[in-house]
């Protein structure tokens, strides 16, 4: 008997080759065009030579915050994958795989869940079809719409025409077929979707969707992940929208070519990780000395130094906050969904020029390469602002005047009566250097103050923090960025348990919002941090900015993001026990092995699989 | 044309007295005028050394910006507006040293732009160190028993990462250098004019007299043809008792401008206007 939910979890497992991201993508754009909300995480898994690649979809009717944590429904691309997740499907789920790849036994599953074989040279005749024939099986088994896969096969293959969607379609249908005649349905099943077409996307692509939104005209990067996928969503639009995308010898370069294009006028932007932004630093100061507007992303990975380049943490706060020497205004954002990757991108661009400082934009692997449905952003009017630009500048015109706001108007290079210089080098307001044979305290204090003054005009206009959830919460999760969804989601699993619990997760990171943060936290019952690092960065940012201490804190740092499971039951703990003192808990995902997991002498793997390794 | 007092800017130089840089100064203010190019409509772009101090002392836009990053600040500015003219300035320290591997890859990319290097074989402004172009075994602040390095060469390394214009002038010349720059600045492509501009301070080997008694002009021997790239990096090599300067090598190429798609209608990036995505189409790529 068929349990309709309002939500199920599918896991597609193989090695890196295999095409996970692809079949997984596929499955996740047949359920976001198919009218559900859909939540998808690729963990990259190198515990195994060979790389092992975990895709984890979860689809809903309502809005999925996260990839969850159960396990429904496993697609095993290989005995590895099997033999790590199997048993953890939850009964009524099922398992498909390829037995020409690999023979599994029920005693290898839990209790209740089906083993689906598909022999697909058989019915497929080719193994190179293996993906789209165990997408076949799976929809059919879900009673999912099998003619959204059908219009993605067709749309992925439209370039190479009839001679690879035909049997593509056939393979497909052929799994559905085996699925009806040798399994059961799921017995897990997901209500009807309601009809909508959502939209699909990860954080690197909503951030490059707002940068050409705002206008932004030049893009320069070196690869590095998870910043790489942001590179390419934007080359892919560069020819449409005049984008000029510059790969550059390396980040210092990427950066300091932003400059130049922004001290010319144009909207510049360049995306990095932790590394690639490391090498930024000393050019972060100078578009702070030179007042040039500029973005920076970066998509943080585990750190540091190589440390998890395809893991995700929160651990260059400081470094984003400390980059480059000296001290001048620069502009941190933090955006904690897709919605915010676009719209404060859009603020990003606009507060850059409209100070005339560098605007750095913090995510991470989870938030930038995750993929999930949302409810569509505002293009229709964009706000631009260009701030003070000046196309016919009056006599007696200094480029670094000192004004009320700190904000000296620009004249481009190439204006007639505008000629003037800008230096990295301490400048008085003509933009003539004081630091060598005219050195001048008193100017230089003059200048210091002119530009830091236009932080605290920024500070006023940025959006107020805000808590998420009842105000009189017994419990406050804190947090910045990327975990804003799985604190939220803690929070409704809370409710249904009878707690209470509240969420102030902060976006707008620097300059920071002594007054309003101050406020909110003195108003807290109890609070806890949830950060994607070892040492709690936010919740040193906020003792030192505000003299509060968060008093509870849960961490992570094994790369992967926190699990819903783990959030909920420290924040329940917390809530019961009401410790006096500080807690400090640290969680890990579970990578799902057995105890006795090996892949080389598991018998469960045999002879055949062994010449996969 | 232009008058030179035209490109004179506001602040007199600080470099020391007899300075090679002065040369290379005036010699760029020549060739500005020369090619009547209006000051605004002119930006040059320099790291940091006493030669990197150039922009300060011309009439036109200047960015003086990090130590070694003049070239990718000056591409990004090029790409961003190629109608005005860009130049980057500096020294061998600057350029060669702690900036060589943008140089490389600026050669290889043939951006419209020149690239004057005053090449003192020294680093002059912290003091006196050994710099990538000082001769082997040659005893500086840093290398009190000689250096024990092989010196760089500029020429040859612009020759073959692709430079489409390569010069050597000497400020102890500036009607010649004058010309060296206008050539590289009518170039259209990536020019390098590096200049033997002595440093009189801390170098007491590569001096005017030092120079004078070696260079001679690659354009007075008729047989030279800056078009044969074989015969230009066997100059290149030429160094001793004869030190080539003059034009050693142009090519036409395409230019990065020429070629990339976001330039295709001739309209400076900057210029463009800003609302040009059609975010609905956008949009509807994510369902």
């Known amino acids: 008997m068929a349990q309709t939910h309002t939500e199920l979890t599918v896991w597609i497992g193989g090695s890196a080759g295999d095409g996970i991201a692809s079949a997984g993508e596929s499955f996740a754009k047949a359920c976001s065009r198919s009218g559900y909300h859909v939540f998808a995480y690729n963990s990259y898994q190198s515990v195994i030579r060979g790389g092992h690649v975990c895709m984890h979809t979860r689809i809903g009717t309502h809005k999925v915050y996260t990839q969850g944590d159960e396990l429904d429904y496993l697609v095993a691309l290989n005995a590895d994958s099997f033999q790590r997740y199997g048993k953890r499907v939850v009964p009524g789920g099922a398992v498909f795989y390829n037995t020409d790849k690999f023979k599994a036994a029920p005693d290898q599953v839990g209790p209740d869940v089906q083993l689906i074989g598909l022999p697909v040279m058989a019915l497929a005749g080719n193994q190179l079809m293996q993906n789209t024939a165990l997408l076949g099986a799976l929809i059919q088994t879900l009673g999912l719409d099998p003619d959204a896969i059908r219009e993605l096969i067709r749309e992925r293959f439209a370039k190479k025409g009839e001679a690879v969607i035909k049997p593509n379609l056939e393979a497909f249908d052929k799994g559905m077929g085996f699925a009806r005649e040798h399994a059961k349905p799921g017995a897990i099943r997901v209500g009807p979707g309601d009809g909508k077409r959502r939209p699909l996307a990860g954080g690197n692509p909503m951030i490059g969707f707002g940068a050409l939104a705002a206008g932004c005209r030049f893009y320069s990067a070196y690869p590095m992940t998870p910043a790489s996928s942001l590179l390419h969503w934007l080359v892919g639009y560069a020819a449409k929208t005049g984008l000029m995308v510059k790969q550059c010898e390396d980040e210092i370069s990427a950066l300091n070519m932003a400059i130049g294009a922004a001290h010319v006028g144009v909207r510049a932007m360049t995306g990095t990780s932790g590394g690639g932004f490391a090498l930024m630093t000393e050019a972060v100061g100078e578009a702070g000395m030179t007042e040039t507007p500029v973005v920076i992303v970066e998509a943080m990975r585990g750190g540091p130094s190589t440390g998890l380049p395809t893991k995700t943490e929160q651990g260059d706060l400081f470094q984003l906050l400390g980059a480059s020497q000296g001290e001048f205004p620069r502009v941190i954002l933090a955006p904690r969904t897709l919605q915010e990757c676009y719209d404060m991108t859009i603020h990003g661009f606009n507060l850059a020029e409209r100070y005339q400082c560098p605007v750095l934009i913090a995510t991470d692997l989870y938030l930038a390469e995750r993929l999930e449905t949302f409810d569509g952003v505002n293009i229709t009017k964009v706000p631009i602002d260009r701030g003070a630009l000046l196309k016919q500048p009056e006599n007696g015109y200094r480029r670094f005047a000192d004004t009320p706001t700190g904000v000296s108007p620009r004249a481009l290079p190439g204006t007639p009566g505008a000629v003037s210089t800008t230096a990295t080098d301490e400048h008085d307001e003509d933009g003539i250097v004081i630091s060598d044979v005219f050195t001048n305290p008193p100017m230089r204090k003059k200048m210091m103050e002119k530009r830091m003054r236009k932080m605290d005009h920024l500070l006023k206009e940025l959006p107020a923090p805000a808590i998420d959830g009842p105000a009189d919460a017994d419990l406050t999760l804190v947090g910045w960025g990327s975990t804003y969804q799985v604190m939220l989601e803690a929070m409704e699993r809370l409710k249904q348990e009878g707690l209470s619990a509240n969420v102030l997760c902060l976006r707008y990171l620097w300059p920071f919002q002594t007054e309003q943060v101050s406020r909110l936290l003195k108003g807290c019952k109890m609070t806890m941090s949830v950060e994607a690092n070892y040492t709690g960065q936010l919740v040193r940012l906020i003792r030192m900015e505000t003299g509060l201490s968060v008093q509870h804190h849960l961490r992570k740092y094994d790369g992967e993001p926190f699990e819903l499971k783990q959030v909920v039951d420290q924040a329940r703990t917390i809530l019961k026990t009401k410790p006096k003192e500080p807690v400090v808990a640290s969680v890990v995902s579970d990578e799902g092995l057995p105890a006795d997991f090996s892949p080389i002498e598991s018998p469960a793997l045999g002879a055949e699989v062994s010449r996969q390794h | ?287």
């Open chain 2, 1 to 287: 044309m232009a008058q030179v007092k035209e490109y004179i800017g506001k602040i007199k130089p600080d470099w020391c007295p007899g300075c090679g840089d002065f040369g290379v100064l005036n010699s760029l203010q020549r060739a500005l005028a020369e090619l009547d190019i209006a000051p605004h409509n002119v930006l040059v772009v320099s790291g940091i050394g006493c030669s990197s101090n150039l922009p300060g002392f011309i009439h036109s836009y200047g960015f003086h910006g990090l130590h070694g990053r003049s070239l990718p600040v000056a591409s990004g500015a090029k790409l961003g507006n190629h109608a005005l003219t860009v130049i980057a300035t500096g020294g061998d320290g600057d350029g060669y040293g702690i900036g060589v591997g943008h140089f490389v890859h600026t050669c290889r990319r043939n951006i419209d732009m020149t690239y004057i290097v005053m090449d003192n074989q020294i680093y002059g402004l912290t003091t006196g160190q050994a710099s990538p172009t000082t001769e082997k075994d040659v005893r500086t602040k840093s290398t009190p028993e000689g250096t024990i390095e092989l010196a760089l060469n500029p020429v040859a390394l612009a020759l073959s990462c692709g430079a489409t214009y390569v010069a050597r002038g000497f400020s102890g010349d500036n009607l010649h250098l004058a010309q060296l720059m206008k050539g590289a600045i009518e170039h259209k492509g990536f020019a390098l004019v590096d200049v033997f501009s002595p440093c009189v301070t801390y170098n007491k080997r590569n001096t005017y007299p030092w120079f004078r008694e070696r260079v001679y002009k690659l354009e007075d021997d008729q047989q030279y043809d800056p078009a044969d790239f074989r015969l230009a990096m066997e100059k290149a090599f030429e160094w001793g008792a004869r030190i080539p300067i003059g034009l050693f090598y142009k090519v036409e190429r395409p230019t990065y401008e020429d070629e990339e798609p976001a330039l295709r209608s001739g309209i400076p990036l900057a210029k463009q206007p800003l609302e040009r995505a059609d975010l609905a189409a956008l949009m509807e790529d994510f369902i």
